[in-house]
């Protein structure tokens, strides 16, 4: 934090110094023209910049500038969209006419740049750059978040999930970038988008472009943000009374005598809380009502024709809601710096340096207990358990004896408290805060990525030569200090609220020792070069081609196997005109997760273009103002689904031995020998599962650009998705089954973009809507079932299978009167199933689908107005149709387990006809706390997800001399969900809370 003070500090300095010392010449000329575009019409904010960029000024609405240089000065005129323009200062015309630029219109895919009218289908393009200042986001997810179609979450793409993150053509992480530091996102969904990477592209890739400089203009842009995060939710549970009397009800429905006196209950209502505990661990004695957030960054960029660059140094920090002891040091920083070069290094070469290192510290408070925190001890700890502290101030000033224990211990809490706990129980959640020490989790991550580019056409025409190389490292390590420390259990007075004696258990150590472990190291490399033909021929015949080998490895500390991919890539386009397009992409790949003989495959796909707009019955049209329909279709080999236990795997097609358990002969001599056990049998045809695909898509601009559209239909089959075929063999040969290529999953659906633009006076309207419709199916699963409803195939690939529940038994008559439940004794007050087969049992052969996990409809909508210098942003994501199960401690209450509040609702006798939860019991009720459709609720959402309010000040107010735009705005996110079931949807169990998130920014341009 005292370099970033540091590094701003000197950044106001030199802005200062910047506008001070701006260059004279005696000689100076004022000029004032105007500029508009190839339509006549005036191009508003364009950048014109003399005396090497010192002096600058901007256009306004009229199109209109006035600037003053020397009178040989070259003044440049920028603007986005069109190509720069370079003018003499004596010799500027009143009217200033600009060129449209093809460049700006480009949209970056892998291994090539293409213009915007020859993108393939299914793609979708974002460029922050355009919305970044309405809609700020830190991160990349939330900059994507309601805008694209097909995207069902941050990288799930059509259903598929897990789709690669690709970061300047290499391989990475979400968390590697952040979003004001991103040029361009493309969302490629189409088999033939990917095609040309491979294996590892099967399940759809999401393009990320970092900025780069301009030519002939200095840029610096700086962005601070600071907001609070409010929990949206936080669990409710019983307090110790209310606890305690339906645990006595809970052993009374088991038969059992009640545990606690009706005396002790009322002790712990509303007597000493410490003496009858009575622990709220999300109370405000223990949480802050809020955490905070802060993030800022600074953007540099400039050059000239032969070097830019573009450099961006961001610092993020973020605390916890914690509010005790360590808790209130808790946070997450990070610092992040980019640096950007590209260089012309002749006529033919030219070369680019992308460098990025990321700094990111998280500080949490130690938990003596392995993989817990607090958050899992607030949730499961009883409020009448023991007391977290223990008052000094109880004990009799005479008590030398019980005095001296006190003098004895380390870790006097503010020198009033001693910590409390149990002989079962000699940890707790806020003795751990105070002084168990801290875990520091620290993580370097250094990238570099280099290009180089080569013109070869003095050798064929239009041929190139291009590589790709990246260097990634990173090591994460957790920094602890580490104590331990007694707890001590009190022995209270039976005539008053003074503790008479202290039970030790544990011990005080502080060793003072720093300690590291945890280190992980990752190492991420790539290289890639290709070969690539464009040629156009009489601005008719437009011939593309690549031919492109790739190879990459991603190796971590302590796992013997790196994952590797490699790959040869062909592609070969041709359209006619910008009217009609074809192109094929085919990869031929190789893995090493395969057998020999079967580790190299060919992904052939192909895609088709036609520009409708570009035909005499639509090129006149005043409503169609572009139309074009495309369509591809393909296979695309890959291991990525080469897995075993949802982890990646290799050797899957070997027979893999263990050592079993020992044994002995007949004449018990060898007892130390062990047997060899078979744990998978060989598989040597194992092969690639593909991706089969057709896809067709129509995108086209309407009513003088008053409304674009983009809509996808797609079919996609995973077919040949390795598995072991257990139904194939008896059970005693299971440990020797093989993997074989057999499982088939389908996803089809359609996914659409809609936007509307419109300026009336000084207000700009637009509206922007995307809808995905995705389904999944099992085509084929390795299953034997005795009851065909049970079978997947056909289903939801994330089917819900379960029972289905028909209200609670109402006394024992009803018991007896229905089929028989096999899962446990089963009492009035227990859910009861229908009988699917009619065999009068209620066994797992009676679950059937009861819902669906992932919700087949999602949408987004974002709305913005803007009226002069003012903007109201508004963004809304909702979802519809999926499902899901509420079987966390938080409603599958029994046994001993803390009770919430959903327990309210219990059966009784007394509320039998209006129970919405069944009887409680102290023992493990395995029968109603089962997957069922008593369980099941629905996910249907609509959430307000983003509120932003803009204010651009007007020149006047910010000054021009050095900051040419000062922007403020404030912003809500993950504001509300409207829901039938947003209290259960809000809710965290065991784990951080979800959070409403407030920000104040301001951004400003020098």
Request: proline share 3%; hydrophobic share 35%.
């Amino acid at each position: 934090m005292k370099y970033f003070k540091i590094w701003m500090a000197f950044l106001v300095i030199l802005s200062c110094l910047c506008k001070n010392v701006a260059a004279q010449d005696a000689n100076q000329v004022t000029i004032v023209s105007v500029i508009y575009d190839n339509k006549g019409l005036p191009v508003a904010n364009a950048l014109v910049s003399g005396n090497g960029g010192q002096t600058t000024a901007y256009t306004d609405e009229s199109g209109k500038f006035s600037i003053t240089v020397p009178a040989n000065a070259v003044v440049l005129i920028n603007a986005k969209g069109f190509k720069m323009q370079s003018l003499r200062a004596g010799a500027i015309p009143a009217r200033i006419g600009l060129t449209v630029d093809n460049e700006a219109e480009m949209i970056y895919l892998p291994f090539s740049r293409v213009n915007r009218q020859d993108r393939p289908g299914a793609i979708s393009v974002l460029n922050p750059e355009t919305y970044i200042d309405r809609d700020y986001n830190f991160t990349v997810e939330g900059g994507m978040n309601g805008r694209v179609a097909g995207l069902l979450s941050s990288n799930n793409i059509w259903g598929m999930e897990n789709a690669m993150v690709m970061i300047d053509g290499i391989r990475r992480e979400f968390s590697d970038i952040t979003f004001p530091e991103v040029q361009q996102i493309s969302v490629l969904k189409g088999i033939n988008a990917v095609a040309l990477y491979g294996s590892q592209a099967a399940k759809g890739i999401i393009f990320i472009t970092t900025k780069k400089g301009e030519v002939n203009t200095r840029k610096i842009s700086v962005r601070v943000n600071s907001g609070i995060a409010l929990p949206r939710a936080l669990p409710n549970y019983l307090n110790s009374a209310d606890y305690m009397t339906l645990y006595n009800e809970a052993r009374r429905n088991d038969g059992l005598p009640e545990l606690y006196t009706p005396a002790a209950i009322e002790s712990h209502r509303t007597g000493n809380s410490f003496r009858y505990p009575n622990v709220d661990y999300y109370s405000s004695e223990y949480l802050k009502k809020f955490q905070n957030a802060t993030d800022a960054n600074a953007e540099f960029s400039g050059g000239s024709n032969v070097a830019r660059f573009y450099s961006n140094v961001g610092y993020s920090n973020s605390t916890t809601l914690l509010n005790v002891g360590e808790g209130k040091d808790e946070g997450d920083n990070r610092l992040n710096v980019r640096g950007n070069v590209d260089l012309k290094l002749n006529d033919k070469i030219s070369s680019s340096i992308y460098v990025s290192a990321i700094f990111r510290e998280s500080r949490r408070a130690r938990s003596s207990v392995a993989g817990a925190n607090y958050w899992n001890n607030a949730a499961t700890l009883l409020p009448n358990r023991f007391t977290p502290l223990i008052p000094i101030s109880s004990i009799s000033p005479n008590d030398k004896a019980t005095l001296g224990v006190v003098g004895a211990s380390r870790n006097l809490i503010n020198g009033q408290y001693l910590l409390g706990g149990l002989q079962s129980f000699q940890t707790n959640p806020i003795a751990d805060l105070y002084v168990a020490g801290y875990d520091k989790n620290i993580q370097r991550v250094f990238q570099v990525t280099n290009e180089i580019n080569a013109d070869l056409g003095a050798v064929i025409q239009g041929l190139s030569f291009h590589t790709l190389f990246n260097l990634d490292y990173s090591n994460s390590y957790l920094q602890s200090i580490s104590n331990t420390y007694a707890v001590y259990t009190p022995t209270w007075s039976a005539s008053g609220d003074t503790i008479t004696g202290l039970q030790k258990f544990g011990e005080d150590t502080r060793p003072g020792t720093q300690n590291i472990n945890n280190t992980a190291q990752r190492q991420n490399n790539s290289f890639s070069a290709w070969l690539g033909y464009d040629r156009s021929l009489n601005a008719v015949h437009n011939i593309s081609a690549k031919l492109l080998g790739y190879t990459s490895s991603i190796t971590v500390n302590d796992i013997y196997q790196p994952i590797t991919n490699s790959h040869l890539g062909l592609q070969l386009g041709y359209n006619y005109k910008h009217r009609y397009w074809a192109d094929f992409s085919g990869a031929y790949i190789n893995s090493t997760r395969l057998p020999d003989g079967n580790r190299t495959g060919f992904s052939p796909t192909a895609s088709v273009g036609w520009l409708l707009t570009s035909e005499r019955f639509l090129a006149n049209s005043k409503a169609v103002n572009y139309l074009k329909l495309s369509a591809s279709a393909g296979i695309l080999d890959t291991d990525l689904d080469i897995r075993r236990n949802n982890q990646d795997a290799f050797y899957l097609y070997n027979n893999i031995y263990g050592r079993g358990t020992t044994y002995r002969w007949n004449d018990d001599v060898a007892g130390a020998n062990q047997t060899t056990t078979s744990n998978q049998g060989a598989s040597p045809d194992l092969g690639f599962p593909s991706r089969k695909e057709v896809n067709a898509s129509l995108e086209g601009s309407f009513f003088n650009n008053l409304i674009t559209l983009q809509t996808t239909v797609f079919k996609t089959k995973m077919d040949g998705l390795a598995t072991q075929r257990f139904s194939q063999y008896p059970n005693y040969f299971s440990t020797f089954i093989p993997f074989t290529n057999y499982n088939a999953d389908q996803r089809s659906g359609f996914d659409v973009m809609f936007n509307v633009n419109k300026k009336v006076g000084n207000v700009e309207l637009s509206l922007g809507t995307n809808a995905t419709y995705a389904v999944s199916k099992v085509i084929k699963r390795d299953e034997l079932f005795l009851d065909s409803y049970q079978n997947r195939a056909g289903r939801p690939v994330d089917a819900i299978f379960g029972l289905v529940s028909n209200g609670f038994y109402m006394d024992q008559n009803e018991i007896n009167s229905q089929s028989r439940q096999l899962f446990g004794e089963v009492k009035p007050g227990d859910i009861k199933y229908v009988d699917q087969n009619g065999d009068k049992l209620i066994d797992t052969r009676d679950e059937v689908i009861i819902g669906r996990f992932v919700a087949p409809f999602t949408y987004g909508i974002n709305f913005n107005v803007a009226y002069k210098n003012f903007n109201l942003f508004v963004l809304g994501t909702g979802s519809k149709g999926g499902n899901n199960l509420r079987n966390n401690n938080y409603f599958w209450v029994s046994g001993d387990l803390k009770y919430s509040d959903v327990v309210l609702g219990r059966w009784t006798e007394s509320t039998k006809s209006t129970a919405t939860f069944p009887r409680l019991s102290a023992q493990q009720s395995a029968n109603n706390f089962r997957t069922s459709d008593f369980w099941l609720y629905s996910t249907d959402r609509f959430n307000l997800s983003k509120v932003q309010l803009t204010y651009n000040l007007p020149e006047k107010v910010s000054g021009n001399a050095l900051i040419r735009g000062l922007v403020v705005y404030v912003a809500g996110s993950n504001l509300y969900t409207f829901s039938k079931n947003r209290e259960i949807l809000d809710l965290s169990i065991a784990n951080t809370p979800q959070f409403r998130n407030y920000i104040v920014g301001i951004r400003a341009k020098f």
